[in-house]
């Protein structure tokens, strides 16, 4: 039988996608012993949004972190599968060398340059470009026009700005880098329900204007389900569940363990027989 991350490459194959990223089947081990990921298997289409949803704890942290390979800062490993962006192996690249190719990472937390203004922030994003001043100003006033709080806030010093200014910040420094994808750590810890929405509807209108390719990873399954093309769910660092943002909306199971409207209260996936049958590694 064709392993889980074979089918799903022939399956984007047979619709004419092209993935800007194929992850398969990845095992990631902290300190040489504690196994977090365990055959994870995803792509991300180009010009998609994606979202890997779960639990806390779940290992969408990790898998972000695999794909953008800080993980050694954590004394993490990839020890099985590949990673490929742009028809390329990656995992043993280093993190600058990845954004160079166009791959990025917004960390959970945002982890804004406190002491710096939220202009200094964005241009710390180009350190890596080699395309000269004139583009890297052009690139600042996209970023200003999408974030329009931002250009009011720009001689600000960003730890003194919002949760929710110091997030754009954090997404517009990734812009400044001139991807082709963004990972997106948990982009609605600590906000505002309001805000959350404004930020998404950011992420869309720079996903359908630059192209630019999204994979999320958020706890808040609800919002993500409405914006992304595309989803996996985790539990115990494995995929157990993947399908359109539509298909898993209108999941039964879905609706019951993580958007509340189904079933009382929440329980495991593990316990429900018939969504047992549908586990990719039990195929």
Not at 234 to 253: A, K
Request: with cysteine.
């Amino acid at each position: 039988m064709q392993s889980s991350d074979t089918t799903i490459n022939k399956a984007d194959a047979d619709r004419g996608v092209k993935n800007i990223l194929s992850v398969n089947n990845i095992e990631v081990i902290y300190d040489h012993v504690i196994l977090v990921l365990k055959g994870v298997s995803l792509n991300v289409p180009e010009g998609g949004i994606v979202a890997i949803l779960g639990a806390n704890g779940a290992g969408k942290t990790t898998t972000l972190k695999a794909i953008s390979n800080l993980l050694g800062a954590e004394r993490g490993e990839v020890t099985k599968g590949t990673i490929e962006f742009k028809g390329e192996q990656v995992q043993s690249l280093s993190p600058n060398q990845l954004v160079r190719r166009g791959c990025i990472q917004v960390m959970e937390g945002r982890h804004c340059f406190g002491h710096l203004s939220i202009e200094e922030n964005l241009l710390t994003g180009a350190f890596t470009r080699k395309d000269g001043n004139k583009a890297i100003k052009q690139d600042m006033e996209m970023v200003y026009d999408y974030f329009p709080r931002l250009r009011e806030r720009r001689a600000s010093q960003a730890g003194y700005t919002s949760g929710g200014e110091q997030q754009m910040c954090a997404i517009g420094r990734a812009l400044m880098s001139k991807p082709s994808m963004i990972l997106l750590d948990e982009p609605s810890m600590g906000l505002a329900p309001q805000l959350v929405e404004e930020i998404f509807e950011i992420v869309k209108q720079l996903n359908r204007d630059t192209g630019v390719s999204f994979l999320l990873a958020e706890q808040n399954t609800n919002i993500a389900l409405r914006y992304a093309t595309y989803g996996y769910i985790l539990e115990s660092g494995r995929v157990v569940l993947d399908g359109t943002g539509e298909e898993l909306r209108e999941n039964s199971d879905v609706k019951e363990f993580y958007l509340g409207t189904g079933g009382e209260g929440r329980r495991s996936f593990r316990n429900v027989k018939h969504y047992k049958r549908r586990k990719r590694w039990l195929a």
